[in-house]
């Protein structure tokens, strides 16, 4: 077992020393940034405006969700494109092979790795929500009921996005292995899309189709369900909150989905790489 | 419990339809420096890859230190440095060495103690705190050579450790392999250069298309035939008949008047001098040489080739 924990500890220096750590970090801060000033300035705006509390909160709630939407979408794509190469890479360059000769078991370096990135993805989450939160909470008092639920299900889909891109790893070229990645990741988005406007006019099809593209890659179900804790239980019409809201909320057994999907493909991924020739 | 630290039966391995390793049995015994030698695409590589579980081998068995392939008990105590030596570049060959004592589950001590005594064993102690990116291949070959002998293994697997090296890098490693062997460890050791090959090995196998053409000690080779220059005054016919009796393929160079011929046992020197004096020749020179193992590669592996 401790060989698990010596490699998820590698893959997080080799983030540091390849520099990845510093410019996330840094990008990171620049997104909060521009954040901050959007929201300080469309708060200025909005104050003018309106008087009634209970709309100067919604429009608190409105921008903190868009970030919150930008936040989901980049802890996602961050999450692939750390981890897309990290065992196709390794393989093809062939500096696993003196890994993998040493007294252990293989299955324990594909779980090191995916607990360093997942780890990363985390913190990554941690700080970009926390930042946003921190923001319109200084300027405006805002505090969102809920948030915890709702970023545990963006941490879900952070980790179930890294999970397909460390599972195609085992067996897939890198470049291989990012594009279904991220094709997986289009197609749960589109079909979240379609799912949304079918049930908008009542197109039973088109819910189908949005349900089983979330049964293929059920992240951006994530998302939705999310949204659904975001949202203040008194908003009458949940389509106010624009392209952020969830019309349709994914059940709970979704959730559980998700959580199946995610331990069955990383135990996929272990086996996997566990047989193949190197 | 036997003393055979390698022993194989039959190992094969398929690449899709193309056949890697044909059959693959040999068996090498403990503290002994074994030879694996063969033309390019021979199957070596394969072989050592199967026999270290990298790649799973389509048929046959075999076991290591006694144990099953893949076995982890086995596997602490076996050291390898791989053909591409390829390693995470972005580590300190310090880190490096740390990194993979790490994982052979050596304590902190142990490692403390290992690192700095095997970075000076190849030479790079001056380069502890160098990126392995910013190394020379030989560099990379040495570092890998130091990771292979972190344990103290009681095998070592050797794919082409010297194919980047200087010729002082190659007699460092010579000089690791003799002091491995006199501190009683086995080498499994691929090379093409076969002058280190000879310095260094008890025992070598040839191997062709995937398969075992021959194993022989190099004592074996010493023992066998040789070469045997005789030089007369006037060789004559006569002489060259009378030559036969101890020896094969007696032919008069032509020029100088020596006389080659090939002999299989050394304990019929004296005879042949005296027969060659006796029969009123002056006898100028006699000289005994064995084949050298290039020799030797090129008549069992090269004759056949391209089939
Ligand atoms: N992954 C693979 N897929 C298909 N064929 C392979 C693979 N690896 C090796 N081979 C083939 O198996 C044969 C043996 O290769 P191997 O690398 O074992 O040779 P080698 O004896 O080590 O040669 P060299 O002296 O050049 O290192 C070659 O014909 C090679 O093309
Ligand atoms: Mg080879």
Redesign the pocket.
Known sequence: MAAILIIARLTIREAQRRRLLWVALFMGLAFLLVFGIAFHYIRLDIERQVTAGDDITFVSLLLLTAGLYAVNLLTNVVAVLVSVTTLSGEIESHTIDAIVTKPIPRWQVVMGKWLGFAGLVLAYLALLVGGLMLIVYLRSGFLMDNIGRGVAMMALAALLVLTVSIAGGTRLSTIANGVMTFMLFGLAFMGGLVEQVGALIRNTAAVNVGIVSSLIMPADSLWKKATVYFQPSDVSNPFELGPFAAITEPSSLMVAYAVVYLLVLLALALRSFSRR?L | MSDLVIDTHSLR?E??P?V??ADLTLDVRAGEVFGFL??????????I?MLLSL?KPTAGRATLLGRPLGDLAARAKIGYLP?HFRFHEWLRADEFLNLHGELYGMDRAARGAAVPRLLKLVGLEDRAATKLGAFSKGMLQRIGLAQALLNDPALVFL??PTSGLDPIGRRVVRDIITDLRQRGMAVFL?S?FLSEVEKTCDRVAF?RG?RVLQTSSLKEFEEEAMQVVVRVGQPTPELLTGLAQFGRNVALEPGDGRVRLTMSDEAQLPALAHWVVQNGHNLYELTPTHLSLEDRFLQVVGEESDE
């Open positions: 020739d | 391995k690449f899709g193309k890697a390793v063969g033309p390019n695409g021979a199957g070596k590589t394969t072989s890859k790649t053909e794919d082409e691929n093409h191997i995937g």
